[in-house]
């Protein structure tokens, strides 16, 4: 089987699994976490604003400003249907948005998947290796991507276009705008144990053991 397939099935899993909270009340428990976890995770000295809800849509502004002199707002409608705003401070020299209308077409992956092949024996067949391209490609070295060069002249910040997934790009964004890069390598190691184990029983990540710290 191509490595291509299997490491396909592990993108798909991996989203499904740690990243798809599907209640209201899933939702602003994840984000909540995400939001608490920052302040040990790029070791800043304030946690972020909890997030609040306005209409059915979920919002908060995070403060990366002691790694990047930034900060992001988001608002979740849904999961379809989501922005992130980059703002640059103090003098908003740039402000860049990442928004997802859902009502557009997008390129149905799972049910590809789903109707052509069979998930179990591409799983069996899977390596820490695939494990760990995947991880690169959703959260440290996002395929597609852009680099801010002014004001922000920082080389290893890659902010991910294409992605279609609201808490897969916060968490992108965790790891891109943390300041200590051997937290960023332990933390790619850190995802593949907790995914490898999370895809092999095919139970779900829960917000509490992905917002972790690794040690």
Known sequence: MPRSIIQAYLYQDIIRLGFSPSSSKER?????QYGQSLKAFWEINDYPPAPSERNGAISSTINASESINAEYEYNIE??????VRLIHSPNVQIMWVHDMDGVYF????????TEHNQRNPEITQMTDDDIGRVIDSLFVHPAPHQHIESPIDNHEIRIGGGIINPFQYL???????CPIAD???SERNRLIELFGHAIRNNQPVTANELMKVPT
């Open 78 to 83: 849904k999961i379809e249907k989501f922005t």
């Open 183 to 185: 937290r960023r390598e």
């Open 171 to 177: 968490f992108h964004l965790r790891i891109q705008l």
């Open 106 to 113: 997008t390129f149905p992956c799972q049910t590809f998947l």
């Open 28 to 32: 602003k428990s994840w984000l909540r």
